[in-house]
């Protein structure tokens, strides 16, 4: 059966193995009997089809930005997030990844809450709340004179609910919870996922304030406050919670933090309310019932001659920007809600995947003051034209109905999109495309994937080339690398190789949060990025890396520290 799609049309497209897999299980449509009724050439055809019919409605003949669109996807260049990929032209048509659900202090509010995620998990996006308004764990309730049980006892419920819904089957859901701060119930919420296997169905997320950091670097105390009543319940030491924050994310890679002023004083329509959450993964601050469309370019794709081809980058840049304002049209929005708050802002998030072998090609040490300033460069680049874009849809479709008051109104005057571009971690996406996901470091240069009883010793291309250019390619070697992923000890290995080839935990935690921020100044939602730790790191390294991401002015901050949870998504070791 796979070897009858392994047929022409996957060479045609010259996808990877891993890519092919991954697409048959999940992505391209089935019939009754569970086969593939469509090739991936076909699925590609599919999406730019359903999107780029759009254009018709604006007046435009669509027929151009099809095969532009095609041309893109196919090409590996650009690629849209999951559910576009899954269900553009479908019965379905939900396209987004990215929600933000309310969550209000009343026992209807919450179930509708409940039931909202159900409906978007099952139709392939993924789920934020703040839980910030429902009163703490032990204040009263007046209809029952009883008690209520807080945040965190909510949130296992919607946990749960997740763990059955499974998303139709296609991806495990994912739920970002967060809770500010001052909220009487914040301890046991960042203790919340001690238990290994309780929420897992969350990332927890910490919003703090710019009084609560200045408190921990001034050592001192900040006001609890029930946000039922208003009243302040007790003083906290910053530092204390800053610690206990810091020690269980040493302890299992959560809770993270979000920096609610910095994404607020940036949130381009700040005029008309206040951000309380982000998207599964952080990449995305959303106003109650928004969603977002995503889509990456592929930097590895945009390098030329050892140089980067900035007018190719452009193309997609223009291209991918069209893309995702017409995905919002075509998207079939699981609630009429998200369908308005979605088309008030037309919020979209144009970003990258390829960065660290896009640095591989252009013989760049991820850690190094020249990576930093090259991905300033990059995505100043992107942004800027990004807005361009979006600026003469406006003129031609119309701004976004927010428009006015916003922050874009001061500089120009149209406007498409109250945000253009987001760091996504195209987890499942850059391995369709094939290359490093988001701006991660390459994690590992070969290792052993296990699939279906086998075991597949897979090398990074670029440096399987390199390796065999520079006539140290063995077998062997690949083996041996695999075991830690890194050739940092291997002095078989040339040293300019081994300086070039860095990997995510050979590097400083610093190089990391420095590209983060990076990316952060020219992003106008968010970025997503893991600070990978080596499982030796101390509880002072994650302490200085969470205070280093406010210093530099980033949105969020996640660490995960090498062998901190059990089920370990990336892991080292060779064979077994
Ligand atoms: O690569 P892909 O488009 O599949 O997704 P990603 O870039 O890894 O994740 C983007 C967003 O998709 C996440 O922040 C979540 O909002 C959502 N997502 C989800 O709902 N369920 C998953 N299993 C993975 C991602």
């Known amino acids: ?226 946000p039922r009543t208003g009243k302040t319940t007790e003083k906290l030491r910053a530092r204390d919670i800053f610690d206990l924050i810091t020690t269980m994310a040493w302890r299992t890679g959560d809770p993270g933090m979000i920096f609610l002023d910095e994404i607020n004083r940036r949130h381009p329509v700040s005029h008309v309310r206040t951000i309380e959450s982000t998207n599964p993964c952080g990449e995305v601050p959303l106003l109650p019932y928004e969603s977002c469309n995503l889509g990456s370019i592929n930097l590895s794709k945009m390098v030329k001659n050892d140089t980067i081809n900035w007018e190719k980058l452009k193309n997609n840049t223009h291209s991918g920007i069209h893309f995702l304002d017409n995905v919002i049209d075509a998207n079939k929005y699981p609630l009429n809600e998200i369908d308005r708050e979605t088309k008030n802002n037309r919020k979209i998030g144009l970003g990258v995947m390829g960065l660290a072998e896009m640095f591989a090609k252009l013989n760049i040490p991820y850690n190094s003051e020249e990576a ?31 428009f006015k008051g916003s922050q874009w ?72 690398i695999s075991k830690t992923g890194s050739i940092q000890n291997l002095k078989q290995v040339p040293k300019d190789v081994r300086d070039l080839f860095v990997t995510s935990l050979d590097i400083d935690p610093e190089w990391h949060v420095r590209m983060q921020a990076a990316f952060q100044k020219y992003v106008d939602n968010s970025v997503s990025k893991t600070v990978n730790l080596p499982e030796k790191a101390t509880l002072d390294d994650v302490k200085r890396i969470y205070m280093m991401a406010y210093k530099l002015n980033c949105k969020g901050i996640t660490i995960y520290r090498y062998g901190s949870k059990e089920n370990q998504v990336l892991e080292l070791g060779g064979l077994k």
Request: proline share 4%; net charge neutral.
């Open 1 to 226: 059966e796979t070897k009858k799609y392994l047929g022409i049309k996957h060479d045609d497209l010259k996808l990877s193995v891993n890519a092919i897999r991954v697409l048959e299980r999940r992505y391209l449509l089935k019939g009754e009997n569970g086969n593939p009724v469509e090739t991936p050439s076909e699925m590609f055809e599919r999406v730019a089809n359903s999107v780029s019919s759009i254009d018709k409605r604006y007046g435009y003949n669509p027929y151009d930005s099809k095969a532009e669109f095609y041309r893109m996807m196919s090409n590996l260049e650009f690629l849209p997030n999951s559910p576009t990929l899954m269900n553009a032209g479908t019965e379905l048509g939900q396209l987004s990844a990215c929600f933000v659900l309310p969550v209000e202090d009343s026992m209807k509010d919450i179930f509708e809450a409940l039931t909202n995620m159900s409906l978007i998990h099952k139709s392939g996006g993924g789920t934020g709340f703040s839980f910030s308004k429902l009163r703490p764990n032990g204040d009263i309730v007046k209809s029952t004179k009883g008690v209520a049980s807080g945040p965190v006892s909510f949130m296992s419920i919607f946990d749960q609910a997740t763990e059955v819904i499974k998303q139709g089957g296609k991806r495990r859901g994912a739920n970002m919870g967060i809770l500010r701060i001052d909220h009487p119930d914040i301890i046991e919420f960042i203790n919340s996922k001690e238990k290994e296997g309780y929420l897992d169905n969350f990332n927890i997320s910490v919003g703090v304030t710019d009084e609560f950091m200045k408190a921990v670097q001034s050592d001192s105390k900040y006001d609890l406050i029930n």
């Open 409 to 480: 109104e001061k500089k120009y005057s149209s406007m498409r999109n109250a945000t253009v571009n987001t760091i996504a971690p195209t987890g499942t996406i850059s391995i369709i495309a094939n290359t490093s996901s988001g701006i991660e470091p390459i994690f590992a240069l070969s290792f052993v994937r296990n699939v279906m009883a086998t075991q597949l010793l897979e090398v990074n291309p670029v440096f399987e080339n390199v390796a065999k250019e520079r006539n140290f390619y063995s077998k062997d070697l690949m083996m041996d």
């Open 372 to 402: 930093i300033e090259t991905a300033e460069n990059i995505m100043k680049f992107i942004n800027e034209e990004s807005v361009k874009k979006s600026v003469e849809l406006g003129e031609k479709r119309g701004s976004f109905p927010n």
